[in-house]
């Protein structure tokens, strides 16, 4: 099993608030919480160093460390330094949650901008990509906010997410409004310069609740789907790896209507899929293919005293993992490391309405964790072809999450316990998985054109 944590916005179901107190938190009690952070990391992650060296590390630490006020700091930028710390120390799993309880009234009497975008032109240009303003077009240039200019501001949004760049741009777009609230760049009324357009629009943003509705229009989706997009092409859109038994259950029922209606091409979107249980990917691909694969060719486990509460303390680890290895994993010495390898590879047994046609898989950066197992899977065995972008994180990457709560601010950070080998088994090998056929095009409507 392999676990991947969105930070989404959908959390928030609580009554709105009017108080706009802006919570602090003493700047004793912040550095306190950091080091205990940067200390759960170091003994828990197999490698929290495996992207920047310890010395630059600490260096960068003493430099946020010294913005702080002597004696209390706002709690907002308490977790933006926080963010900016983990996120040095992840290869996109590990991380800092920025949902503190405490601040959850000051985000919903927010104003937020009313778009989000990515950056493009190697980083020198900001491009809309939705919108909830009719003055803000999708594809616009945005040149700055309040004077300010908009690749400064992205820039320091993206600093607050781990991982290789593709994943920090494709995860910054999704929450940009709400990684803004942490940032000191700019603050409400927002006076936006539009490349091309003369003076600026300015707007008092969009509260809350509009915000949640505009960025959940895009995130709320189902696990998994199947739709006829034409006369005889079929699209699986498989969103995440959760519930084991009603994926099964979705298959059986999806394939026996491939078959009943004649179905002879097949489309697998996993482009939005963040990961899960890997398990279910060995079940959709026993549907389209006799051969023989792993996903993983194994899985280095960090023994800590701090994992060995944190499993213990969730029965759900004993059971998939097994009570032979959670025995091994506590009687281990701390520090030291657990091999598992995995050189066989999984034969697929063929179910009933096995489809033998042709199929592709949709990629791109939002292809993560249990997903990027399926990809890299598919990739290295020849399962199948991918179409779209590479996926969001490399072939041998971290994983296995587990939570922890700060004393002092009570936010969570998720630390990654293990890490795992790509499916070639080479464990130096640092890149993601690329498409078979690369596109910045729309990929559903390429491989529409392309599998017919």
Known sequence: MKSFILMLILFFTVNSVSSQNQPYISTEKAIADIEYMIHTIEEVHYNPYFSIKNAQFKKNKEALLSEFEPDSILLKKFVATGMKLA????GGHTAMDWKNPSIIPEIKASQYIPFTGQLTDNNQ?????????????????????????MVEIYKECMS?????????NSTCERLLPIYLFYTEKISTPFSIKISGVDGTFNTPGIDFEG?????????????YTFQIIKKDVGLISYNSCQ?????????KQTFKEIEDKNITKLIIDIRENGGGDSGLNDLLLAYITETSYRQSSGRFWKVSEEAKAAYQANPLYEKNLGQDFMKEYVESENQSIIENVQEEL?????PKNYFNQKTCFLIGPNTFSSANFLADAVKTYNLSTLIGLATGEYTNDFGELLEFTLPNSGNSIFVSSAYDIGANGNPNLFEPVYPDIQTTEDALLYALDWIK
């Not at 607050?160 to 994943?167: A, H, P, T």
């Open 211 to 223: 915000l949640q509705e505009f960025l959940n229009g895009k995130q709320r989706k189902e696990n």
């Open 125 to 149: 240009q900001f491009i809309v990509i939705r919108s909830a303003s009719s003055e803000i077009l999708k594809g616009a240039v945005i040149e700055s906010i309040n004077g300010v200019s």
């Open 243 to 251: 519930d084991y038994s009603g994926f099964k259950k979705f298959l």
């Open 346 to 350: 999984i034969k697929p047994q063929k």
């Open 87 to 90: 996120a040095q120390l992840s």
């Open 160 to 168: 607050y997410i781990g991982g290789i760049e593709s994943f920090k």
